[in-house]
């Protein structure tokens, strides 16, 4: 015991807290058993660390056994539940220091639990009291946007977000129970007429709402949004007077023709399905093997000369984050950008990727590179799997020419764009597009 009188955990309790750590970082997946989820980070982890598991095995091979199974899981069940505790009082220290205490006294779950966490971490981070180790505004700004499909501001609601969110949703149920109880819907070729708003409602849709609105206009005129280009997909939302938003712009293109939410869902868990098991493991080793060099030192993040981990990778929720040759140093005011999708994302293996790397330090490239973290949740319905950044127009350019010889008929999409920094804020390629669709709508109702 200590001085305090406290007792000291013994290596192999350290080691299980280091565990217990490692697995909080890696969220379970839908549909995935806890039993499940435990064996499999099990196996990651001792797959990454082996020299601990031969250090725990050695250091108690003469204690005594394990008595049973039962108290495993209800030692396991307490640390986990200890390990949740002191973060739920980490937040709401924080919390109550940002006087965040008086606005909600609602704790949300799923993702928008995940957005409720990522406000706060900012308005701490901003505040100089970061909730978690690590925390910067800039990486925590650029992970709300990916995974929210909009910038962060400071008057930030959750509680405004999720009531807005349900009343999207609300619109677009009331507009499908419009169109199946229609008189005006008649059964053609065994299909069901899309039954279109009026110019005038048009105005209320904005983001998923004015997308399903548009696949039932392109599928009035037999045109496949699948097959065009990320710009013509803007100017086809424009002529139309719907408001897409960034996070439509960026989807996989087979997601553009969905005209409710349910055909989204059912094609997304189709191409979730496509993507093999073997394949899903591998990608899954890759991330966590990228994560952890991450955060070594900048001479022990280097997968091959002049090709190197981004360190933004360690605490990036989205993306990881490659370096090659002399990549992209400071805040730009615009940074020139190319981006590709592949048609089966089973032929996208890491050491496919590596080898694309390779080949464009090769080409002497001088940029950045990133992939998604997450191959069945992120992969499957991204526009962008693969985004260079280069250094110069020139650079990004020559990026996409290396792509396109490099995955020639596995390449699905491809693109040019450029990210700006517009009244000192940040914007991607597809948040410029989705400005200019607004700009231009709302200039054409006024006209």
């Given at each position: 015991?200590?001085?305090?009188?406290?007792?000291q955990?013994?290596?192999?309790?350290?080691?299980?807290?280091?565990?217990?750590?490692?697995?909080?970082?890696?969220?379970?997946?839908?549909?995935?058993?806890?039993?499940?989820?435990?064996?499999?980070?099990?196996?990651?982890?001792?797959?990454?660390?082996?020299?601990?598991?031969?250090?725990?095995?050695?250091?108690?091979?003469?204690?005594?056994?394990v008595?049973?199974?039962?108290?495993?899981?209800?030692?396991?069940?307490?640390?986990?539940?200890?390990?949740?505790?002191?973060?739920?009082?980490?937040?709401?220290?924080?919390?109550?220091?940002l006087?965040?205490?008086?606005?909600?006294?609602?704790?949300?779950?799923?993702?928008?639990?995940?957005?409720?966490e990522?406000?706060?971490?900012?308005?701490?981070?901003?505040?100089?009291?970061?909730?978690?180790?690590?925390?910067?505004?800039d990486?925590?700004?650029e992970?709300?946007?990916?995974?929210?499909?909009?910038?962060?501001s400071?008057?930030?609601?959750?509680?405004?977000?999720?009531?807005?969110?349900e009343?999207?949703?609300?619109?677009?149920?009331?507009k499908?129970?419009?169109?199946t109880?229609?008189?005006?819907?008649?059964?053609?070729?065994?299909?069901?007429?899309?039954?279109l708003?009026?110019?005038?409602?048009?105005?209320?849709?904005?983001?998923?709402?004015?997308s399903?609105?548009?696949?039932k206009?392109?599928?009035?005129?037999?045109?496949?949004?699948?097959?065009l280009?990320?710009?013509?997909?803007?100017?086809?939302?424009?002529?139309?007077?719907?408001?897409?938003?960034?996070?439509?712009?960026?989807?996989?293109?087979?997601?553009?023709?969905?005209?409710?939410?349910?055909?989204?869902?059912?094609?997304?868990?189709?191409?979730?399905?496509?993507?093999?098991?073997?394949?899903?493991?591998?990608f899954?080793?890759?991330?966590l093997?990228?994560k952890?060099?991450?955060?070594?030192?900048?001479?022990?993040?280097?997968?091959?000369e002049?090709?190197?981990v981004?360190?933004?990778?360690k605490?990036?929720?989205?993306w990881?984050?490659?370096?090659i040759?002399?990549?992209?140093d400071?805040?730009r005011?615009?940074?020139?950008?190319?981006y590709?999708?592949v048609?089966?994302?089973n032929?996208?293996?890491?050491?496919?990727?590596?080898?694309f790397?390779?080949?464009?330090?090769?080409?002497?490239?001088?940029?950045?590179?990133?992939?998604?973290?997450?191959?069945?949740?992120?992969g499957?319905?991204?526009?962008?799997?693969?985004v260079?950044?280069g250094r110069?127009e020139?650079?990004?350019?020559?990026?996409l020419?290396?792509?396109?010889?490099?995955?020639?008929?596995?390449?699905?999409?491809?693109?040019i764009?450029?990210?700006?920094?517009i009244?000192?804020?940040?914007?991607?390629y597809?948040?410029?597009?989705?400005?200019?669709?607004?700009?231009?709508?709302?200039?054409?109702?006024?006209?």
């Open positions: 015991m200590n001085l305090e009188g406290q007792v955990p013994t290596k192999e309790e350290k080691l299980e807290i280091e565990k217990e750590l490692f697995k909080n970082s890696h969220a379970v997946r839908v549909g995935q058993s806890m039993a499940d989820y435990k064996a499999e980070m099990d196996a990651l982890w001792n797959k990454m660390h082996p020299e601990k598991k031969e250090t725990l095995e050695t250091e108690t091979e003469h204690t005594e056994p008595q049973n199974n039962k108290e495993d899981d209800e030692q396991w069940k307490r640390k986990v539940e200890a390990s949740e505790g002191k973060r739920q009082e980490d937040l709401k220290r924080v919390r109550k220091e006087g965040l205490d008086t606005l909600s006294t609602e704790r949300f779950t799923g993702s928008l639990g995940k957005i409720q990522y406000d706060e971490r900012i308005r701490a981070v901003r505040a100089g009291k970061p909730i978690k180790n690590g925390d910067t505004e990486v925590l700004l992970d709300f946007r990916s995974f929210v499909k909009q910038d962060w400071e008057d930030f609601d959750i509680n405004k977000f999720q009531k807005e969110r009343t999207s949703k609300a619109f677009s149920a009331s499908a129970n419009e169109s109880g229609s008189s005006s819907n008649t059964e053609r070729k065994g299909e069901k007429e899309e039954v708003v009026s110019t005038e409602e048009r105005e209320k849709l904005t983001g998923w709402s004015a399903y609105e548009l696949a206009i392109a599928k009035k005129e037999g045109l496949d949004l699948a097959g280009s990320r710009e013509e997909y803007a100017e086809y939302a424009i002529k139309n007077l719907l408001a897409i938003d960034d996070d439509q712009l960026r989807m996989a293109p087979w997601q553009r023709n969905g005209t409710s939410v349910e055909e989204l869902l059912e094609g997304r868990k189709k191409a979730r399905a496509e993507v093999r098991k073997e394949t899903e493991e591998v899954d080793r890759f991330f093997e990228m952890t060099k991450a955060a070594q030192q900048e001479q022990d993040r280097y997968l091959s002049k090709i190197r981004r360190s933004g990778t605490d990036s929720d989205s990881l984050f490659f370096g040759n002399d990549s992209l400071g805040n005011p615009e940074t020139y950008k190319s590709i999708s048609k089966d994302l032929t996208l293996t890491p050491e496919r990727f590596v080898s790397l390779k080949a464009l330090k090769d080409s002497d490239y001088h940029g950045d590179v990133k992939i998604f973290q997450d191959i069945i949740q992120q499957t319905g991204l526009n962008d799997q693969i260079m950044h110069s020139k650079d990004s350019k020559l990026a020419e290396i792509a396109e010889k490099f995955f020639a008929g596995d390449l699905n999409k491809k693109g764009g450029k990210d700006e920094i009244d000192g804020k940040e914007y991607s597809s948040q410029i597009l989705a400005r200019k669709i607004k700009a231009e709508i709302e200039a054409k109702r006024a006209s």
